[in-house]
């Protein structure tokens, strides 16, 4: 039974950092691809980034490249979110999400429709 579960939200300062973790089950992440998204009330989610079975380097949406870094530890069976320079405008509820065995790559992966499990999110506020 493939379940995700994030952790390592809560309340940062801006310019702050926060380390996102995403435990998996039911399935490998060296095997699969794995997303981070994120979404604010009334609004749509979205795609922060995306790591798959072809490398570590990571996919990303363009406003959150070079602040947020995407990583996995297979040992562990866990994927991380890093998020530096934080800024108020980073503050909504954030989850991890895979769809095994259908998606092993990133290509197209800001699709939200694609994705079959998600967790249950972790809020990250962003304020002084």
């Known amino acids: 039974q493939v379940q995700l579960v994030e952790s390592g939200g809560g309340l940062v300062q801006p310019g702050g950092s926060l380390r996102l973790s995403c435990a998996a089950s039911?399935?490998?992440?060296?095997?699969?691809?794995v997303s981070w998204f994120r979404q604010v009330p009334g609004k749509e989610r979205e795609g922060v980034a995306c790591?798959?079975?072809?490398?570590?380097?990571?996919h990303y949406v363009d406003s959150m490249k070079g602040r947020f870094t995407i990583s996995r530890d297979n040992a562990k069976n866990m994927v991380y979110l890093q998020m530096n320079s934080l800024n108020p405008e980073d503050t909504a509820v954030y989850y991890c999400?895979?769809?095994?065995?259908?998606?092993?790559?990133?290509?197209?992966?800001?699709?939200?429709?694609?994705?079959?499990?998600w967790g249950q999110g972790t809020q990250v506020t962003v304020s002084s």
């Open positions: 039911g399935f490998t992440v060296d095997s699969y691809a």
């Open positions: 999400a895979a769809d095994p065995p259908f998606r092993s790559v990133c290509t197209g992966w800001e699709t939200t429709s694609l994705y079959e499990y």
């Open positions: 790591i798959d079975r072809r490398d570590d380097s990571g």
